[in-house]
């Protein structure tokens, strides 16, 4: 995911609807991302996009707030996605209720069981530090 995602941001491409349902393993196991319908194109440098799109639970909150942003809301779409895979829940509210899920989004930490390693805590979190693009961060 990590190689998919710098490969489209250097391109340029900020996916903007980075979730489970659009990472497909092919035939020799290999991470395909799909679902290239909400795409920004040339989002280079200090330039931003703007607008609610994507898929609610996995929107950076830059995003839900209508805030400019760049290729780190991505980043933090798949910090979601990780947090998901590992914990196997969202990293914050994740009902039917959009506006409880955009101030969980946008309010709450995280909250990390104590059996997941360092490791993939710190991960986690450099995730939501740089899913910030607020400041233009990625990992990029």
């Not at 979730?19 to 679902?35: P, V």
């Not at 942003?69 to 969202?90: C, E, K, P, T």
Request: net charge negative; glycine share 10%; hydrophobic share 35%.
């Amino acid at each position: 995911m990590v190689c998919g995602l710098q490969f489209l941001h250097s391109r340029g491409i900020v996916h903007r609807d980075i979730k489970l349902e659009n990472i497909l393993l092919d035939q020799n196991g290999h991470i395909k991302i799909c679902d290239f319908g909400l795409v920004a194109h040339n989002i280079f440098g200090n330039r931003t996009t703007r607008g609610r799109i994507g898929t609610y639970g996995y929107m950076a909150p830059e995003v839900m707030l209508m805030k400019e942003y760049n290729a780190a809301a991505d980043w933090w779409s798949l910090g979601v996605v990780i947090y998901r895979m590992a914990i196997g829940r969202s990293p914050f509210y994740n009902g039917r209720v959009r506006t409880m899920v955009q101030e969980s989004t946008v309010s709450d930490e995280p909250q990390y069981p104590e059996w997941i390693s360092p490791e993939l805590q710190d991960l986690l979190e450099k995730h939501y530090n740089l899913g910030d693009s607020y400041g233009g961060a990625s990992w990029d």
